[in-house]
């Protein structure tokens, strides 16, 4: 069998480790021949395909390494238009089969899982490994990169209390996640926030000021608030920036809470963006272990024909889906999850 693989969407710590156990398992114990696609679904819409045959030195050393040497484009569907979009297709097709691929493994998020699914309704074989640092890809209970991204905030933010304490500052810090509470939740218990504010719940600055009083009445005249990007005050949107580039991305709420904060309190305030550190960089054990046992799993899958799958991690096991037996798109935090509970159970205010 040839089997190919690609990596779509943002990157983060874990890719590599997926494509080394993808192209070991599948060489080793298949003896499948493995293409390395580039630039997402992208490489094969190029003339000639952006492809490689991968060899088990082109994935030696690479388990610890962040980014991916495939590369990866988060830039929207090459699908997206009609017209447009069906010659992209057409020359995918194309390019898949003058390369000879039997199936096309795709580890992404939920847009990327959207695009392979076009493919996949189309015609070619699909297998996919859910990626992204947020969390919030829909089949599966953990996605590659989210414990490196928690792991990277939880020690930046647990950084701010000495500091904080030291100025008697109030210090915001602002992770990423897109429309889900994930990152902010998991980071800002292991860091010991005293705040978490997380978009599955609008906030209210009457709550938050209520629990810096009450740690001021306990001689704790400093607090470490974390904030999701896409978190919101009460009948408020979300807030938006634009890049450098001029791309309009999530972001900005950790200097309004700062601002209003000062405003209501007259405290001093400061604001951290974290940004795409916690994307970047080594993945940590957890996720090069995930990765492992998902790039083998999907290989299994293919070893089957068991195409038109997602793998997952679910009740604790490694575990597939159907693309059609769930939406394929985002989750978010439940209002009963364990972790929220935990977290309010403990004291951490969660702006409500
Ligand atoms: O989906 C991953 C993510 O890092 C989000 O948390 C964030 O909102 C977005 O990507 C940033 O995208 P870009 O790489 O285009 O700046």
Redesign the pocket.
């Known amino acids: 069998m040839k089997i190919g693989i690609c990596t779509g ?4 710590p874990g890719l590599n480790a997926v494509i080394r156990a993808v192209a070991r398992h599948a060489i080793l114990n298949h003896g499948m021949d493995v293409y390395g696609i580039e630039q997402s679904i992208n490489g094969l819409l190029c003339d000639p395909p952006a492809a490689k045959k991968l060899s088990l030195m082109d994935v030696a050393g690479i388990i610890d390494k962040g980014g991916t040497i495939l590369g990866t484009s ?2 929207g569907s090459p699908f997206k238009d009609p017209q447009k979009g069906a010659e992209a297709k057409a020359k995918a097709f194309k390019n898949w089969k003058d390369l000879g691929l039997d199936c096309l493994i795709v580890v992404g ?1 939920d847009g990327t899982q959207r695009m392979a699914l076009q493919l996949h309704d189309a015609g070619m074989p699909i297998i996919g490994i859910p990626k ?3 969390n ?1 890809y829909l089949p599966t209970d953990i996605s590659i ?1 989210f414990m490196t ?1 928690v792991d990277v905030a939880a020690d930046a933010i647990g950084r701010l209390h000495s500091t904080a304490e030291a100025h008697s500052r109030v210090m915001v810090a602002e ?4 429309d889900a509470g994930f ?1 902010a939740l998991h980071a800002g218990i292991a860091a010991a926030a005293n705040v978490i504010l997380i978009p599955e719940i609008p906030f209210n600055f009457d709550a938050i000021i209520r629990a810096m009083d009450d740690r001021r009445n306990r001689g704790r005249n400093f607090s470490v608030i974390v904030v999701a ?2 978190a919101r005050e009460e009948d408020q949107e979300p807030m938006f920036r634009s ?1 450098a580039t001029g ?1 309009i ?3 900005g709420i950790a200097g309004e809470v700062a601002s209003k904060l000062h405003q209501k309190t007259g405290i001093d305030t400061r604001v951290t963006v974290l ?2 550190i ?2 970047g960089g080594a993945p940590v054990t957890l996720d090069r272990i995930l990765a492992t046992a998902f790039g083998v799993h999907a290989v299994d899958l293919a070893a089957k024909k068991s195409y038109g799958r997602v793998v997952g991690y679910l009740g604790g096991k490694i575990t597939d889906m159907g693309y059609k037996e769930f939406e394929n798109g985002t989750r978010s935090l439940s209002l009963t999850d364990p972790y929220l509970h935990a977290a309010e159970s403990i004291g951490i205010c969660l702006g409500r």
């Open positions: 969407g943002g990157d983060c988060n830039k998020g992204t640092i947020d919030d990169g991204a992770v990423m996640g897109r990152i990007e896409g890049s791309s991305h999530l972001g940004g795409h916690q994307r």
